[in-house]
Antibody
Framework: EVQLVESGGGLVQPGGSLRLSCAASGFTFSSYSMNWVRQAPGKGLEWVSNIGSSSRTIYYADSVKGRFSISRDNAKNSLYLQMNSLRAEDTAVYYC?????????????WGQGTLVTVSA | QSALTQPPSASGSPGQSVTISCTGTSSDIGGYNYVSWYQQYPGKAPKLMIFEVSKRPSGVPDRFSGSKSGNTASLTVSGLQAEDEADYYCSSYAGSNNVIFGGGTKLTVL
């Protein structure tokens, strides 16, 4: 069974940093692209970033480009999101999501999410 | 890229069919067959219901179907059941390695 478990969320001041982690199990982690998708309280979903299976390709939404950095450690079956220069509008539940098969652009498996709150 | 446009709400009685629309542009929905739909219950993670416009992942009931015409995609739920009451989000590849979502539709089973 595919399992994705996020951690690292919490309260951070504007301008601060936070690192999210996602522990994967139940599949060959090194074979799949991974994503971060977020959802602001009471709002819709927003794709944040994608990383290829071997980290050779990395993509970001314009809203986080230059501030967020996605990475992975295939030996540890883990995905990360380093978030710097955080703003109030980054407040959201952040989901780790695995692609369904081989196409990057839809997400077949999701974690339970971790809440990031950016506030003074 | 702007978000895709969905109606904020939709409703139907048990057993009926409901269709939720998702309108984009020729740069997203109209340009690619990478439309997907997600179901989300309050406080829970989204679940993929439809991918590549009309394909269903294993385990998704065939009451759920997807289609696309031009720049508009649609999700149809046939034989509505109480458990179908949830939020539904459409999504599309938008080129330049970018994915966009709709604002979501709250489906109410009357």
């Amino acid at each position: 069974e595919v399992q994705l478990v996020e951690s690292g969320g919490g309260l951070v001041q504007p301008g601060g940093s936070l690192r999210l982690s996602c522990a994967a199990s139940g599949f060959t982690f090194s074979s799949y692209s991974m994503n971060w998708v977020r959802q602001a309280p009471g709002k819709g979903l927003e794709w944040v970033s994608n990383i290829g299976s071997s980290s050779r390709t990395i993509y970001y939404a314009d809203s986080v480009k230059g501030r967020f950095s996605i990475s992975r450690d295939n030996a540890k079956n883990s995905l990360y999101l380093q978030m710097n220069s955080l703003r109030a509008e980054d407040t959201a539940v952040y989901y780790c999501a695995r692609i369904l098969g081989s196409t990057n652009w839809y997400f077949g498996y999701w974690g339970q999410g971790t809440l990031v709150t950016v506030s003074a | 890229q702007s978000a895709l446009t969905q109606p904020p709400s939709a409703s139907g009685s048990p057993g009926q069919s409901v269709t939720i629309s998702c309108t984009g542009t020729s740069s997203d929905i109209g340009g690619y067959n990478y439309v997907s739909w997600y179901q989300q219950y309050p406080g829970k993670a989204p679940k993929l219901m439809i991918f590549e416009v009309s394909k269903r992942p294993s385990g998704v009931p065939d009451r759920f179907s997807g289609s696309k015409s031009g720049n508009t995609a649609s999700l149809t739920v046939s034989g509505l059941q109480a458990e179908d009451e949830a939020d539904y989000y459409c999504s599309s590849y938008a080129g330049s390695n970018n994915v966009i979502f709709g604002g979501g539709t709250k489906l109410t089973v009357l």
